[in-house]
């Protein structure tokens, strides 16, 4: 038999502060320090979609991923010199290799398709927002503060904005009822967007039974009909991936990680500053609403609440592992958001907390989330910077490699050649014989002539280093960059070296 739960009901709206010129200038300054966070966002947003320079190895790795998936190729190959190989689950190199199909390879498509699921994916928090509290000011309180969650998160152009829109997408349907008629398809519906946040990202495997958890106490037959859906969609995509040509699907997904957790993360950042600090007001109006607002436990079980614990759990566990970052946990973030403006609505509504006091809250914790922007922005520096590498990378007659990042080679030259990196961390040892041999006869056949590394060095690179040191010459060093040199590793000392020229005669040298 199934059962519904009717609609949540939304708060009534908080008593309106009276008109005085006091409360109007605490009104204005809500609204002005709101809406600096969206001309800073802006003004991200057209740095980064204007220039095609890449600062960060990292995004070197996803645009070579992509663009592999854009050749109709995949990324779970076997330690391939030519081919890059990852652990994530498709769904972004899927889409942001067809942008890269239709637009062309440059780094800032991916940047604007990544921006419109950022900013669809704020909007959604937004809405959510609305639809619990009726508030068009704290709607707006949570558009304008969803972009400064993190420095330059909503354009980040790896897996993690479109795994946590997916996932938004599907909460926000579990927050009203649907009409009786469109009850099925639209639990459906958002089962079908909690499997597309597990295929752009592992941890969304994790959100499949609390989102089935969910449906169930709404509907039992759409909670049924949904694990049936998110199974299938689940092995079919798993046959198709696994039947690839040269992949190893389930071994980079799910077996290739090695990564142990760091504890101490724990205190630093994610307690402090974090936590108690940056977040510190939306965690107290969280903390205090669940403690007065909520004066039954099956309250507890309304989506909003039951997604926010889970989100915190696997979100903060997973930004402890080792080559992880605090992005892991941007689905808790962004549902903090949304439940501390909820609770905050609440506790003004009830009389425990005045509105005016609420405001003045907002206010301090928009102050709170301002962060220096100058080290994220692609300046006049870093242009020149990238054009200086470029025209080492694109030297005629030379075969050419920037450390751990092909991407550029690729779109330059069209010389394709994967990351010479490779984690030799097993066991809780780092053990040089897991090198994979393929690899490394690749890199000991000293292919490149002229060859770019980074200072400090990048992890995992050993074998190439000993080549240097052994079949290459220093041709020239490039100094770190004047400002933010250790933000970025565009901005790192470089060391161009060229290969040794073989000299005639007996005992003749490489």
């Known amino acids: 038999m199934s059962k519904t739960t009717p609609k949540i009901p939304a708060a009534p709206a908080p008593v309106p502060a009276n008109g005085s010129p006091a409360k109007r200038v605490l009104a204005l300054l809500l609204y002005l320090a709101l809406s600096v966070h969206l001309v800073l966002a802006a003004r991200v947003l057209v740095n980064q979609i204007s220039s095609d320079v890449v600062l960060e190895v990292g995004d070197s790795f996803y645009m070579q991923t992509y663009v592999q998936y854009s050749r109709g190729q995949h990324n779970y190959y076997d330690a391939d010199p030519h081919l890059l190989s990852g652990g994530y689950t498709p769904l972004a190199a899927e889409i942001f ?23 669809g994916l704020i909007l959604l928090a937004a809405q959510s927002v609305f639809v619990l509290t009726r508030s068009r000011l704290l709607a707006f309180a949570a558009f304008c503060l969803g972009f400064s969650l993190e420095p330059k998160w909503f354009l980040e152009i790896g897996p993690n904005v479109i795994h946590v829109f997916f996932l938004m997408a599907a909460i926000r349907l579990l927050l009203t009822a649907p009409a009786e ?12 967007f909690v499997f597309l946040s597990f295929w752009a990202k592992q941890t969304g495997l994790a959100y499949m039974p609390v989102y089935l958890f969910c449906v169930w106490f709404k509907d039992r037959k759409s909670a049924a009909l949904s694990l049936l859906l998110m199974a299938g969609l689940t092995a079919l995509g798993f046959w198709r991936y696994i039947h690839l040509p040269g992949s190893k699907f389930i071994y980079y997904v799910f077996q290739n990680a090695n990564q142990p957790l760091i504890w101490e993360r724990l ?8 936590l108690f600090g940056r977040f510190c007001l939306l965690v107290a109006l969280a903390g205090i609403g669940l403690v007065l607002c909520i004066d039954r436990f099956r309250r507890l079980l309304e989506p909003q609440f039951v997604f926010l614990g889970a989100t915190c759990g696997i979100g903060l566990l997973t930004s402890l592992k080792y080559g992880s970052g605090m992005n892991q946990a941007w689905a808790f973030y962004v549902l903090l958001l949304v439940n501390a403006l909820y609770f905050g609505h609440r506790l003004a509504a009830q009389g425990t907390l005045a509105p005016g006091v609420l405001q003045g809250l907002l206010a301090v914790q928009a102050c709170c989330l301002f962060q220096p922007l100058g080290a994220l922005l692609i300046n006049r520096e870093d242009e020149a910077r990238f054009a200086w590498l470029r025209q080492v990378l694109t030297t005629p007659g030379k075969r050419t490699y920037y450390i751990n990042q092909g991407y550029l080679t690729d779109i330059w030259k069209g010389d394709r050649n994967a990351d010479v990196r490779y984690d030799c961390w097993r066991n809780g040892v780092y053990d040089r014989s897991v090198y994979p041999q393929r690899l490394r006869e690749f890199v000991e056949s000293d292919p490149f002539d002229i060859v770019v590394i980074d200072i400090p060095l990048e992890d995992g690179s050993f074998v190439l280093y000993e080549r240097l040191n052994a079949a290459y010459d220093v041709k020239s060093e490039y100094p770190p960059a004047t400002r933010f040199a250790d933000r970025g590793s565009l901005r790192y000392k470089k060391i161009v070296f060229e290969k040794k020229q073989a000299t005639a005669g007996p005992g003749a040298r490489r």
């Open 97 to 119: 290799g067809l942008a890269i199909r239709v637009f062309g390879g440059d780094v800032r498509v991916v940047r604007g398709v990544a921006a419109l699921f950022g900013i």
């Open 267 to 274: 205190a630093d950042p994610i307690f402090f500053p974090l």
């Open 181 to 192: 008629r469109f009850k099925t398809a639209t639990y459906l519906l958002g089962a079908l």
